[in-house]
Structures are given as C-alpha cells and as structure tokens.
T-cell receptor, first 115, second 114 residues
Framework: NAGVMQNPRHLVRRRGQEARLRCSPM?????VYWYRQLPEEGLKFMVY????????ESGMPKERFSAEFPKEGPSILRIQQVVRGDSAAYFC?????????????FGEGSWLTVV | DQQVKQNSPSLSVQEGRISILNCDYT??????FLWYKKYPAEGPTFLIS?????DKNEDGRFTVFLNKSAKHLSLHIVPSQPGDSAVYFC?????????????FGKGTHLIIQP
C-alpha cells in the first residue's frame, strides 16, 4: 500500500495521559500536514512539516501539542496531558511538493477518544 | 471566521439525477480549489481540483465550476450513483506555497436515494 499510513487507527486515553499519533507519508512525498476534525466540523489545519523542519504550525494549539518529522521514520503528532476536548479524528496528509497547486493526499485518520 | 463555506449540511438526490454541491469562499488569495469525498471512519479522498485560471474542470461524472467574481464554486455529479453517498468537502489553498495547508468547509452530506 503506497498511500498515507496512520497508526493507531483508534486510541483511547485517560485525561492527563499522552497520545502519540504516527504518520508515514506516501512514497516519494516529503511534505506532511496534520489536520484535526472535531465532531460536526470540517477539517482544521494544524501543522505543516518537511523532513526535520516545521514549516507552519499556525493551527497548532499553543500548549500540549507538538509535531515532528525526523530524518528517518514517521511524522509524530504528540499531545501531552490530554483533555476531553482533544477527542477528535486526526488526519495526516502528504504531498510531493509544498506547492499550493499540489494535491494533498490523506491517510485514513486516527480517532482519539479521551475518557 | 469561516473562509470556506458550504451552506448546505445535507443534500438528498435521486439516483440518476444531477447532484450539485456548492461552496463559497471569502479569501481572494485562494487560487486552487479541491473537492474531497469522505466516508465515515475513513480519510478524505481527493476527487477533483481546479486552478483559478480556469472556470471549469471535468473528470468523468464529476465537473467543478469556478466563478471567481462571485467567489463561488460548485461540484456537479451526473448521473448520481448510490456509491456517491458521502460527505463532500470543499477546500481551498492560497498562493503561499502550500505552507498554509488547505482551508476546508464543514462539508455537505450527500444522500443518493434509489
């Protein structure tokens, strides 16, 4: 499967725990994006990364959220001390270039439930 | 402040007829528009896109129309099929080199009735 791979697909965490979501982009893609979808809402941009660099994190909450895309391995979205409001579907996407006219392809999503 | 608006949360269309999904935007810097289709518990799937230098793009049963002066685009599906039942998201990107990612509307749930 050469598509965007996300894991885990479903994650349950208690309040105060940490959540780590992983994303491997499509083969040949070096641009990764994370989006969040809250219930009854559209997808909201969170962060845009290239290998080892955060290009734009304007959509990331200021606290508890961080993202990385190391030289080797998948991109990680990390949420510390989760709260109930973090329950959402988190989608990773990738593109070949960072051009605004390049199609962005999405993974299947990771559903985080905070109990 | 919603920059991309899909004002119809849901739309019901009879199988075989034309489905028209609408999308309005407010940011004049957007120059590339995409439609994604999403089934429950799955990621969005790219359908079709259009650049601001065009006013129409067609791919099989799907056609996207762009009216720049009205800041409006629409997705036409004809003929509609049962497998088209899904949530459709309109998305836009600007000329900032993609660094801003995509701005999505809230989606329209299309229901194709037999």
């Amino acid at each position: 499967n050469a598509g965007v791979m996300q894991n885990p697909r479903h994650l349950v965490r208690r309040r105060g725990q940490e959540a780590r979501l992983r994303c491997s982009p499509m083969k040949g893609h070096s641009h990764v994006y994370w989006y969040r979808q809250l219930p009854e809402e559209g997808l909201k941009f969170m962060v845009y990364l290239q290998k080892e660099n955060i290009i734009d994190e304007s959509g990331m909450p200021k606290e508890r959220f961080s993202a990385e895309f190391p030289k080797e391995g998948p991109s990680i979205l990390r949420i510390q001390q989760v709260v109930r409001g973090d329950s959402a579907a988190y989608f990773c996407a990738s593109s070949f270039t960072g051009s605004s006219m390049d199609t962005i392809y999405f993974g299947e999503g990771s559903w985080l439930t905070v109990v | 402040d919603q920059q991309v608006k899909q004002n119809s949360p849901s739309l019901s269309v009879q199988e075989g007829r034309i489905s028209i999904l609408n999308c309005d935007y407010t940011n004049s810097m957007f120059d590339y528009f995409l439609w994604y289709k999403k089934y429950p518990a799955e990621g969005p799937t790219f359908l079709i896109s259009i650049s601001s230098i065009k006013d129409k793009n067609e791919d099989g049963r799907f056609t996207v129309f762009l009216n720049k002066s009205a800041k409006h685009l629409s997705l036409h599906i004809v003929p509609s099929q049962p497998g088209d039942s899904a949530v459709y998201f309109c998305a836009a990107s600007g000329s900032g080199g993609g660094a801003d990612g995509l701005t999505f509307g809230k989606g329209t749930h299309l229901i194709i009735q037999p």
